[in-house]
């Protein structure tokens, strides 16, 4: 199906993502994406809608699209001169000269003109016209597709108090109906406070923003003239293609993914995996797009443009992320999708019991204009995609990737983590340790050439140790050959012989030795078996200990062999160990845990991904298989075992702020409406509380950028 990603422009609040999203399954679209705080807009086309029906569908809405399928936005939106601080500005001058003459117009003489209605009137026209042309229009066409947002409130707030002014002009009892400063002073409150709110929501999405600004840079690149001597051309690193050749130097940023082809470097690859020392690179080494050299020289070879790039990956993992909802918000959800037509029935029901009660129409009108002005449904809707967008690009920023938000919530609730053995609690950097061939037919270089033909086809860390150390040119080749997970590699050459290398189940059968990392088998025949050694990770230790710290119980779960697992358990401090255990046997295994209590899963081979999958939270290496990282919700980045405390951290904190969020949204509606209810706040008051309200929920965000989360 093809995946449909837009730049969304005029959602104020979840109730505007709430209509979009609304609109697009009406429409029969599919996995539905809308965060109204960044304003993207993903999901996947069905059916015979065209993009043209569907984008006219969402602008008769009241929405506009701004960018489409990653293409960038016409001109970066800037909070200084954004489009809202621009009506701010508009509606600030002659609100002030109204609000001046109301409360300062018994201490300053601004003289009879300024009091004059219609001077007031003529005041208050062109902040009204402003108002209406941005709040009334969207408010009109989210009315007419039956989907309030909002701007209705707004529009029906000001619109009463400019109406109830009005009629005071016209029917000659102006001095009973002066409320021009009201109506004007909601609408240049409001546009202060989607100011403020932009600004706020802005500064959630800045660890992102670092990111995207990586990707746009310039590069060096290396031609050849007619007599090949190279030549050097600075372009843009969106014209890059793969195969192209590029010189980095010395302070650079690198452009683009690529293999270094000549020359070391050493490289600050923070932005991309969170490790602020550099490390060195050289020659057949890659090189992350986004990294800044420190010191070296470079030739290059791109190997990845586009979407198909580190950091373009990582971007749009993050932003597909922070567009989904955790359970967390389906609740918040639910409340808004009713909340306009709740407040507008509890305005009305204010107006007639405040009527009935004062007998003062002045005094009903404007404690119901208070209560229109100071509901805000954006809170709830801003709870949630605000922590969200914090958690997230921190943890980008750190190295830590989210599949979805459902991660980050589902961690505050893990209260055990299962380790796989290799290459996870060790380094998977092996070396062969010692092997011997138990069959008198067969020489140390056939032995040799036979494991190397059958391991090069797997990625497996044993598998490559041995490709690496025994390449050679007298290699086998094979009618067939494929990896069973769990055993190891089986083949069969073109004169029907079968071979095997692998663990010590596929001879089990044939030798009573069953101690060492891999057996090699041809037929029937065991042909001999090889040691390899690995050491335990540096930062292994200190993981165990800040679980146990967290009274986080910890598990070992391996294919490897009970003693070597029982040394490692007890050198580390796990005391439940799993052992020889196959891809079937860990996913039983993951199923029962889950049963007992919510259960993480950490691995990084292809025997891992079954159980990474069934796992509360799978955690895999970014050096891990493929299919291990495809599997996994969380992926840490350059050998990232040391960022799980960090990954557990920003899940239970970024919850925890949610949950502030979500506390501080709900608490500000049900205490605001009453007392504005009652008359304790006016329509000016009840504005600028609005936008503020906003402001305390990205501010309270914002917190997690600098706040330890270990």
Same mark, same amino acid.
């Given at each position: 199906?093809?995946?449909?990603?837009?730049?969304?422009?005029?959602?104020?609040?979840?109730?505007?993502?709430?209509?979009?999203?609304?609109?697009?399954?009406?429409?029969?679209?599919?996995?539905?994406?809308?965060?109204?705080?960044?304003?993207?807009?993903?999901?996947?086309?069905?059916?015979?809608?065209?993009?043209?029906?569907?984008?006219?569908?969402?602008?008769?809405?009241?929405?506009?699209?701004?960018?489409?399928?990653?293409?960038?936005?016409?001109?970066?939106?800037?909070?200084?001169?954004?489009?809202?601080?621009?009506?701010?500005?508009?509606?600030?001058?002659?609100?002030?000269?109204?609000?001046?003459?109301?409360?300062?117009?018994?201490?300053?003489?601004?003289?009879?003109?300024?009091?004059?209605?219609?001077?007031?009137?003529?005041?208050?026209?062109?902040?009204?016209?402003?108002?209406?042309?941005?709040?009334?229009?969207?408010?009109?066409?989210?009315?007419?597709?039956?989907?309030?947002?909002?701007?209705?409130?707004?529009?029906?707030?000001?619109?009463?108090?400019?109406?109830?002014?009005?009629?005071?002009?016209?029917?000659?009892?102006?001095?009973?109906?002066?409320?021009?400063?009201?109506?004007?002073?909601?609408?240049?409150?409001?546009?202060?406070?989607?100011?403020?709110?932009?600004?706020?929501?802005?500064?959630?999405?800045?660890?992102?923003?670092?990111?995207?600004?990586?990707?746009?840079?310039?590069?060096?690149?290396?031609?050849?003239?007619?007599?090949?001597?190279?030549?050097?051309?600075?372009?843009?690193?969106?014209?890059?293609?793969?195969?192209?050749?590029?010189?980095?130097?010395?302070?650079?940023?690198?452009?683009?993914?690529?293999?270094?082809?000549?020359?070391?470097?050493?490289?600050?690859?923070?932005?991309?995996?969170?490790?602020?020392?550099?490390?060195?690179?050289?020659?057949?080494?890659?090189?992350?797009?986004?990294?800044?050299?420190?010191?070296?020289?470079?030739?290059?070879?791109?190997?990845?443009?586009?979407?198909?790039?580190?950091?373009?990956?990582?971007?749009?993992?993050?932003?597909?992320?922070?567009?989904?909802?955790?359970?967390?918000?389906?609740?918040?959800?639910?409340?808004?999708?009713?909340?306009?037509?709740?407040?507008?029935?509890?305005?009305?029901?204010?107006?007639?019991?405040?009527?009935?009660?004062?007998?003062?129409?002045?005094?009903?009108?404007?404690?119901?204009?208070?209560?229109?002005?100071?509901?805000?449904?954006?809170?709830?809707?801003?709870?949630?995609?605000?922590?969200?967008?914090?958690?997230?690009?921190?943890?980008?920023?750190?190295?830590?990737?989210?599949?979805?938000?459902?991660?980050?919530?589902?961690?505050?609730?893990?209260?055990?983590?299962?380790?796989?053995?290799?290459?996870?609690?060790?380094?998977?950097?092996?070396?062969?340790?010692?092997?011997?061939?138990?069959?008198?037919?067969?020489?140390?270089?056939?032995?040799?050439?036979?494991?190397?033909?059958?391991?090069?086809?797997?990625?497996?860390?044993?598998?490559?140790?041995?490709?690496?150390?025994?390449?050679?040119?007298?290699?086998?080749?094979?009618?067939?050959?494929?990896?069973?997970?769990?055993?190891?590699?089986?083949?069969?050459?073109?004169?029907?012989?079968?071979?095997?290398?692998?663990?010590?189940?596929?001879?089990?059968?044939?030798?009573?030795?069953?101690?060492? +990392?891999?057996? =090699? &088998? %041809?037929?029937?025949?065991? /042909? *001999?078996?090889?040691?390899? !050694?690995?050491?335990?990770?540096?930062?292994?230790?200190?993981?165990?200990?800040?679980?146990?710290?967290?009274?986080?119980?910890?598990?070992?779960?391996?294919?490897?062999?009970?003693?070597?697992?029982?040394?490692?358990?007890?050198?580390?401090?796990?005391?439940?160990?799993?052992?020889?255990?196959?891809?079937?046997?860990?996913?039983?295994?993951?199923?029962?845990?889950?049963?007992?209590?919510?259960?993480?899963?950490?691995?990084?081979?292809?025997?891992?991904?079954?159980?990474?999958?069934?796992?509360?939270?799978?955690?895999?290496?970014?050096?891990?298989?493929?299919?291990?990282?495809?599997?996994?919700?969380?992926?840490?980045? +350059?050998?990232? =075992? &040391? %960022?799980?405390?960090?990954? /557990? *951290?920003?899940?239970?904190? !970024?919850?925890?702020?949610?949950?502030?969020?979500?506390?501080?949204?709900?608490?500000?509606?049900?205490?605001?409406?009453?007392?504005?209810?009652?008359?304790?706040?006016?329509?000016?008051?009840?504005?600028?509380?609005?936008?503020?309200?906003?402001?305390?929920?990205?501010?309270?965000?914002?917190?997690?950028?600098?706040?330890?989360?270990?």
């Amino acid at each position: 199906m093809a995946v449909t990603k837009w730049k969304v422009g005029g959602m104020d609040c979840s109730t505007c993502a709430l209509n979009i999203h609304r609109y697009l399954d009406k429409e029969g679209m599919k996995n539905i994406r809308v965060n109204f705080a960044t304003g993207d807009v993903q999901f996947e086309q069905t059916g015979t809608r065209t993009e043209e029906f569907l984008e006219k569908g969402i602008e008769n809405l009241g929405y506009t699209i701004e960018g489409k399928n990653n293409t960038p936005v016409a001109a970066e939106k800037s909070n200084r001169y954004s489009p809202q601080l621009i009506r701010f500005l508009l509606c600030l001058p002659p609100t002030l000269l109204l609000l001046f003459s109301h409360t300062l117009g018994g201490w300053i003489n601004f003289g009879e003109w300024l009091h004059n209605h219609w001077v007031q009137l003529g005041l208050t026209i062109p902040v009204y016209a402003i108002g209406m042309h941005f709040f009334g229009a969207s408010a009109w066409k989210s009315i007419r597709n039956r989907m309030p947002n909002m701007n209705v409130l707004i529009t029906l707030g000001a619109t009463a108090a400019f109406v109830y002014s009005l009629y005071g002009s016209f029917s000659g009892q102006a001095e009973n109906f002066m409320f021009y400063e009201t109506a004007a002073t909601i609408i240049t409150l409001v546009f202060l406070g989607n100011y403020l709110e932009d600004a706020s929501i802005a500064s959630t999405q800045r660890a992102l923003q670092q990111l995207v600004k990586s990707q746009k840079v310039m590069a060096t690149m290396i031609a050849f003239d007619d007599e090949h001597r190279e030549q050097y051309f600075p372009v843009e690193n969106t014209q890059l293609h793969v195969g192209d050749l590029i010189l980095i130097k010395t302070g650079e940023q690198v452009p683009i993914d690529c293999k270094i082809l000549w020359g070391e470097l050493h490289v600050n690859e923070s932005i991309i995996t969170g490790e602020s020392l550099p490390v060195r690179r050289m020659a057949k080494d890659k090189l992350i797009g986004g990294s800044l050299v420190t010191d070296g020289t470079v030739k290059a070879q791109v190997t990845a443009t586009g979407e198909d790039t580190v950091l373009s990956g990582i971007i749009q993992l993050v932003k597909e992320a922070q567009g989904e909802k955790p359970p967390v918000q389906q609740l918040a959800d639910r409340i808004s999708a009713i909340f306009i037509p709740t407040v507008l029935a509890v305005a009305a029901g204010c107006f007639i019991l405040n009527y009935l009660v004062v007998s003062d129409l002045e005094t009903a009108l404007l404690r119901s204009i208070a209560v229109l002005v100071i509901a805000c449904p954006c809170a709830m809707g801003l709870a949630t995609p605000a922590a969200i967008a914090v958690g997230l690009g921190r943890a980008a920023r750190s190295g830590i990737l989210f599949r979805n938000a459902k991660s980050l919530e589902l961690f505050q609730q893990i209260g055990q983590v299962v380790f796989d053995k290799t290459g996870t609690l060790t380094t998977g950097q092996f070396e062969i340790g010692n092997f011997q061939v138990t069959d008198s037919t067969t020489s140390p270089e056939q032995f040799k050439a036979l494991a190397y033909s059958l391991e090069k086809f797997s990625n497996h860390p044993i598998a490559q140790c041995i490709s690496k150390t025994w390449k050679t040119k007298d290699e086998l080749q094979f009618k067939k050959i494929e990896e069973v997970k769990g055993l190891g590699m089986l083949a069969t050459d073109h004169e029907g012989n079968t071979y095997s290398i692998g663990s010590w189940k596929t001879v089990q059968e044939l030798t009573e030795d069953l101690s060492h +990392n891999l057996y =090699l &088998k %041809k037929n029937n025949t065991l /042909l *001999g078996w090889v040691d390899v !050694t690995d050491q335990l990770r540096p930062e292994a230790q200190g993981v165990i200990n800040y679980l146990h710290r967290k009274k986080i119980k910890t598990i070992l779960l391996s294919g490897d062999t009970l003693a070597r697992c029982e040394k490692l358990g007890q050198q580390l401090g796990i005391g439940v160990i799993y052992a020889e255990k196959s891809p079937a046997d860990k996913l039983s295994i993951l199923e029962a845990l889950n049963q007992e209590k919510p259960t993480a899963m950490v691995g990084d081979g292809i025997n891992d991904a079954p159980a990474l999958a069934k796992a509360t939270i799978g955690i895999s290496m970014n050096d891990a298989s493929q299919l291990a990282v495809q599997t996994a919700q969380v992926v840490l980045m +350059n050998h990232g =075992l &040391k %960022k799980l405390p960090a990954a /557990l *951290g920003l899940g239970r904190h !970024t919850y925890l702020t949610i949950k502030q969020n979500l506390f501080w949204a709900f608490a500000y509606n049900v205490i605001a409406i009453p007392v504005a209810a009652v008359g304790y706040l006016t329509p000016t008051i009840g504005a600028l509380v609005m936008g503020l309200s906003d402001v305390v929920l990205a501010i309270n965000s914002v917190r997690l950028f600098v706040k330890r989360v270990e």
